[in-house]
């Protein structure tokens, strides 16, 4: 199994981002697809998770400002950044877990930044 994640680079403060990550190499469904994200000197933490029946779980410091949403089918998970601000900066990673499996992305890199 892979994740392949997308859609980092450079934006000005406010602007928007999507990230993308698909998973091959399966033919089930995960559990839980999410972001978690990682900024220098700093511990990885939790962006937003969503389950495979929908309900979503987002960080106090990105709500309303990003969406979290998959698509079954394609085995991705999206999550679109909007609003963003220099502190967003990190490398953001995508994770899937099955119940007896955790597989994590490689991590694109997000610059917030004038």
């Known amino acids: 199994v892979q994740l392949q994640a997308s859609g980092g680079g450079l934006v000005q403060p406010g602007g928007s981002l999507r990230l993308s990550c698909a998973a091959s190499g399966i033919d089930f469904s995960f559990n839980l697809m999410g972001w978690y994200r990682q900024a220098p000197g700093k511990r990885r933490e939790l962006v937003a998770v969503?389950?495979?029946?929908?309900?979503?779980n987002y960080a106090d410091s990105v709500k309303g400002r990003f969406t979290i949403a998959r698509d079954n089918a394609k085995n991705t998970v999206y999550l679109q950044m909007d609003s963003l601000k220099p502190e967003d900066t990190a490398v953001y990673y995508c994770?899937?877990?099955?119940?007896?499996?955790?597989?994590w992305g490689q991590g694109t890199l997000v610059t917030v930044s004038s």
């Open positions: 969503i389950v495979s029946g929908g309900s979503t």
């Open positions: 994770r899937a877990t099955t119940s007896t499996r955790d597989y």
